[in-house]
Structures are given as C-alpha cells and as structure tokens.
T-cell receptor
Framework: AQSVTQPDIHITVSEGASLELRCNYS??????LFWYVQSPGQGLQLLLK??????LVQGIKGFEAEFKRSQSSFNLRKPSVHWSDAAEYFC?????????FGTGTKLQVIP | ETGVTQTPRHLVMGMTNKKSLKCEQH?????MYWYKQSAKKPLELMFV???????ENNSVPSRFSPECPNSSHLFLHLHTLQPEDSALYLC?????????????FGPGTRLTVL
C-alpha cells in the first residue's frame, strides 16, 4: 500500500529565510509525486508534480522539489519565503489510479 | 465563474437533518471527486465519478449519498449524520481519472454536526 509521511506538523520561518518541507513516501514502483498548498479558507492548489525525468522539479510561486529515490523523499524548497506563503502544504503520492495525501505541514511566516 | 465552486461554504446541521452539498466545475473536466478533510488526518477520498459514472466508493457510510447528474455537477446528500462527520468537505475535478491529471479543488464546505 502507498503512504506519505510529513514529519513536521508545524514550521515557523522568518520572512526572507529559506524553507524546506519534508516528505517521505512508500510505494512499490516509481511514484507520481505532488505538492499542494492550501491557504486559509481555500481548497488545495497544485504547486508542482513529478512523474519522470529530471529529479528537480520547478513549480509555481518560486517553489521547487527534488525527488530522491534512495531516500524515498520529495522535499519542497523555497530560497526566500514571503509572508503570503503562510499556508498548509500537502505532499501526495500516486500510483496508476490512486493518490494518497499526507497529513500536511502548517507554515507560519514571521516578520 | 471559473474553477470549482462549492455551496454552501458553511453548514450546521443536527443529526436528524437532511442536507445536500453542491459542487460545480467550470473547467470542462470529466472526473469529479469528494474528499473529507479532518484536522490532523490525511485527506480522505470518498467518491470518484468519471463521465457521470461512480468509479470509486472508498467504504463510505451510507449516510453519505453522492449524485452526479452531469460532468459539471456533483452533490453529496447527507442524512442522519454523526458528530464525527464534522469536517471540511472538498470537491475536486480533473480532466480524467488518471493519477497524472491535475486535480483542481473547490474551497470546501465546513460541516458541523451537532
């Protein structure tokens, strides 16, 4: 069975600082991997996705993620965080027909 | 209006009430989904429809009854709910049902069962 672990429930960073959100997955084959963001009162929005090819994936809003097969990880990064990035971030893993989401990491940005 | 819309945004109901959640997508997609989002739990897929046909029911209790009259509209009919059903219910759509298709989410309906 596929699963996703986001070990950090809550992260606080200063505006302008770099950010890394962790995601580990379990899946028996090459996974499809996603990062979504949910702002307060909003639904989830896709930031980026990995299916194959280059393991470093660029997304919207200046985010990127790197697929590391050896570590079963797909961590999300941003070099400089803006106050508007405060939201909840969800990692997801998919097989051919099903997507499984993690429990989310809530990001707080302080001035 | 564009994207995926959901009504109502907030709903409070007693355990004996009957209510319905509505989802509408304006993206020309063929697949629609209902998810349940509870605090500190992963997003739970409830139902999937593709071309108006239900393709997945993820062991959801019968007090939740979905309806998909066409590819643009999806309903979730609620009756005799329990307090543990209180959650954010999200609707999503995608071009088709493949994992590789990006899902577009609505803002959700915050449901409180008293």
């Amino acid at each position: 069975a596929q699963s996703v672990t986001q070990p950090d429930i809550h992260i606080t960073v200063s505006e302008g600082a770099s950010l890394e959100l962790r995601c580990n997955y379990s899946y028996g084959a090459t996974p499809y991997l996603f990062w979504y963001v949910q702002s307060p009162g909003q639904g989830l929005q896709l930031l980026l996705k990995y299916f194959s090819g280059d393991t470093l994936v660029q997304g919207i809003k200046g985010f990127e993620a790197e697929f590391k097969r050896s570590q079963s990880s797909f961590n999300l990064r941003k070099p400089s965080v803006h106050w508007s990035d405060a939201a909840e971030y969800f990692c997801a893993v998919g097989g051919y027909q099903k997507v499984t989401f993690g429990t989310g990491t809530k990001l707080q940005v302080i001035p | 209006e564009t994207g995926v819309t959901q009504t109502p945004r907030h709903l409070v109901m007693g355990m004996t009430n009957k209510k319905s959640l509505k989802c509408e997508q304006h993206l020309g997609h063929n697949a629609m989904y209902w998810y349940k989002q509870s605090a500190k739990k992963p997003l739970e897929l409830m139902f999937v429809y593709n071309f108006k046909e239900q393709t997945e029911n993820n062991s959801v209790p019968s007090r939740f009854s979905p309806e998909c009259p066409n590819s643009s509209h999806l309903f979730l009919h609620l009756h005799t709910l329990q307090p543990e059903d209180s959650a954010l219910y999200l609707c999503a759509s995608s071009q088709d049902e493949r994992t590789t298709d990006t899902q577009y989410f609505g803002p959700g309906t915050r449901l409180t069962v008293l």
